[in-house]
């Protein structure tokens, strides 16, 4: 991994704040007990400012700012003006408002299954956070169902009783018959493993896929 500068906005951290790159880069554990990720979330969360009662929730992307990769260029064309945008990550709860600004420009980690139990604890106690100060009607996950932020996604809901959906949900992702890497010119129902899932994330702007994420952001609609 090929180490990043100390970049970004001073929104959150004027840069006489900043620390080394290599203290918010390396490992998952490196960057979730990181000090500075932990108070850039809860800077995040006194400045968030809520537009929308529907939150859309993906994951983060090597390419940074978050907006310009191309799962998140396919969710913002698809759901603007309907939902706030919020990326999850070993980074944080990190609302798409905040994508330009330090840390979220530097810090960097490969994740790994070693981390993932500290992972979802983590990250669905920072949700769990976040969730009880910002009131939504609804939230859609953005992820496909091997995700271990959508079981840190899925415990927050729960703690808080807010309404969740996953798009892709299984059905849909049997449907598609989205090709997998190891198989090359072939096709298979379901795709059964992290590995392969992530090679796959960039068949999220699939407009099969697209289509129900509109459809779950649209207004007055009520979660059954």
Known sequence: MKAKHNQGGQRLFPESEWVSPGRIQGTDATVLRAPI???AFRRVCNQHQQKSDVAVLALCTSKRPYSESVEWKAILETTRGHADHIVTSNGGVIPIEFEREYPFMTYDAHGTSEFDTMYIDILSKRLTT????????????????????????????????????????????EILNLPTKSKVGRRTAIIRSEKSQNHFMHQMSHPSILKALRREVQPNEVTT
């Not at 009131?135 to 969740?164: D, H, I, M, T, W």
């Open 37 to 39: 990720m932990e108070e």
């Open 130 to 173: 976040f969730f009880r100060l910002f009131e939504y009607r609804k939230v859609v996950g953005f992820f496909s169902p091997l995700r271990r932020n959508r079981k840190a996604l899925q415990r927050a809901c729960l703690a808080v009783g807010v309404p969740l959906v996953f798009v892709p949900d299984d059905t849909l992702w």
